[in-house]
């Protein structure tokens, strides 16, 4: 299913034990994070399930083409495109240079076969959470760029980690 040619990109803040959510809540507040992922996806198609999209705090994000993958047939958000199934999804972002899957867990359990790079932020502490990203098999991604950082305010460290399958 994977294809090295593939526009497919997961986009992540991930714990240590892979936590991303709980109670369809970000784990962690990290401002530096989230204006890493604005400058990323920018400019972009984005693509998400409904409970991510039901968890933004202002419905569609700007500047960005947002999709949303539900099984729900009937079921529209306003400033975005809905399909139902992962194949709809590729036929519509066939052709763009890097399209983002943004979560949830089943989401990135769908697109994580056929991604071609990861842009983790990867907070070195276990969290307690109800949604997890994939398990990431390292040998199979070449490592990009990776920035180490520490949150004060949290008090945690973490690194942001760009990478590309092999």
């Known amino acids: 299913m994977s294809s090295s040619n593939s526009n497919i990109a997961l986009i992540a803040a991930v ?5 991303i959510g709980k109670d369809n809540e970000l784990l962690f507040y990290l401002p530096s994070d989230l204006k890493r992922f604005k400058r990323i996806t920018t400019g972009h198609t984005i693509v998400m399930g409904r409970k991510t ?3 933004l705090p202002n419905g ?4 960005r083409r947002n999709i949303v993958l539900t099984k729900g047939d009937t079921i529209r958000f306003e400033g975005c495109e809905t399909y139902h ?10 052709g763009e240079s890097e399209v983002f899957v943004i979560g949830g867990g089943e ?3 769908q697109f994580y076969p056929l991604a071609n790079s990861l842009y983790l932020t990867m907070v070195h502490q276990d ?7 994939p398990s990431v098999n390292f040998k199979e991604w070449n490592v ?3 920035e180490d950082m520490v949150d004060e305010k949290n008090n945690f460290s973490y690194s942001n980690i760009d990478l590309k399958r092999i």
């Open 60 to 63: 569609a994000l700007p500047n």
């Open 107 to 109: 989401i990135y359990r």
């Open 85 to 94: 199934s992962i194949e709809e999804v590729l036929e519509a972002v066939k």
């Open 15 to 19: 714990s240590q034990n892979l936590a």
């Open 127 to 133: 969290f307690e959470g109800d949604t997890f990203f």
């Open 53 to 55: 999209f039901q968890s």
């Open 144 to 146: 990009v760029s990776q």
